[in-house]
């Protein structure tokens, strides 16, 4: 069994045949999803897949930082009115994301540390979106100091410098896509890294892996990612299922 542990599948890419992409997941040998939160807009679309699959989907809450904008204390306020009325598996998907647009750098940090206070206080881990802004993202961990602090470091894309520092803090590193790709460099830094420390993703519609590159994702594919990650670690594809099921189910509580 695949447990896909980051997967939009509440958005509108999958508005015509969500059913069928969630049969094609299960038939691949993914039964459980975990969908990260991205803003309010998207509450609701989260909420009602839960209450479809009630076995299968597991959710997170957060505010996504390309969603930082000048509503962000609004944002906020949302997500702790959720994390107070619903049961969520993680805060998330929360971090920073300087790749677009550094204006809102400083709202990024302080909404990011904000959410992390409200995994701590409500007992949960924390799954950190972070693009170009491996420096920031640290600075923000640091300044925690809190052994309850766990979670999953999404889309990792760091060197095995970073990666370690990822798991000094109590953090998974999500595989995903990129591990396929030929100039990625994560097969490389995974190379260095314990698989007691994977978790598996696709991040669908996002960062379809090889060969589906470029079009649209989907949480069938995660098949492809644990093949490529069973040839890094030189076993099996069913004992790379099994790890990272464990580690997501350990993390998750799932």
């Known amino acids: 069994m695949l447990i896909?542990?980051?997967t939009h599948l509440y958005v509108k890419e999958f508005d015509a045949d969500r059913t069928e992409v969630i049969t094609r997941a299960k038939k691949a040998g993914v039964m459980q999803f975990v969908l990260p939160a991205i803003d309010s807009e998207t509450s609701e679309a989260m909420h009602a897949l839960k209450r479809d699959y009630p076995n299968n989907i597991h959710l997170m809450m957060g505010l996504h930082p390309t969603h930082v904008?000048?509503?962000v204390a609004e944002e906020l306020a949302n997500v702790y009115a959720q994390l107070q009325q619903h049961h969520f598996v993680a805060v998330g998907e929360i971090g920073m994301d300087l790749y677009w647009d550094k204006t809102y750098l400083k709202a990024q940090q302080e909404a990011f540390a904000q959410q992390i206070a409200w995994a701590l206080e409500f007992d949960l881990p924390i799954v950190i979106?972070?693009?170009e802004a491996?420096?920031?993202v640290f600075e923000v961990l640091e300044g925690v100091n809190n052994s309850k602090l766990r979670g999953v470091f999404h889309c990792f894309t760091g060197n095995a410098t970073q990666a370690q520092r990822a798991i000094n803090f109590n953090m998974y590193l999500g595989v995903g896509g990129v591990v396929t790709f030929k100039n990625g460099?994560?097969?490389e830094t995974l190379s260095h890294i314990p698989?007691?420390?994977?978790?598996?993703?696709?991040d669908a519609p996002y960062l379809a892996p090889?060969?589906?590159r470029g079009k649209r994702n989907e949480p069938s594919f995660l098949k492809l990612i644990a093949a490529k990650v069973a040839a890094v670690y030189g076993i099996s594809v069913q004992e790379i299922s099994e790890i990272?099921?464990?580690n997501a189910k350990k993390l998750f509580g799932i």
């Not at 698989?195 to 696709?202: A, H, I, N, P, R």
Request: aromatic share 6%; with cysteine.
């Open 4 to 6: 896909d542990t980051h």
């Open 69 to 71: 904008g000048d509503n």
């Open 129 to 131: 979106h972070c693009r």
């Open 134 to 136: 491996f420096d920031e």
């Open 185 to 187: 460099g994560l097969a």
């Open 195 to 202: 698989l007691s420390s994977v978790v598996l993703e696709t």
């Open 210 to 212: 090889v060969p589906y």
């Open 244 to 246: 990272t099921a464990q």
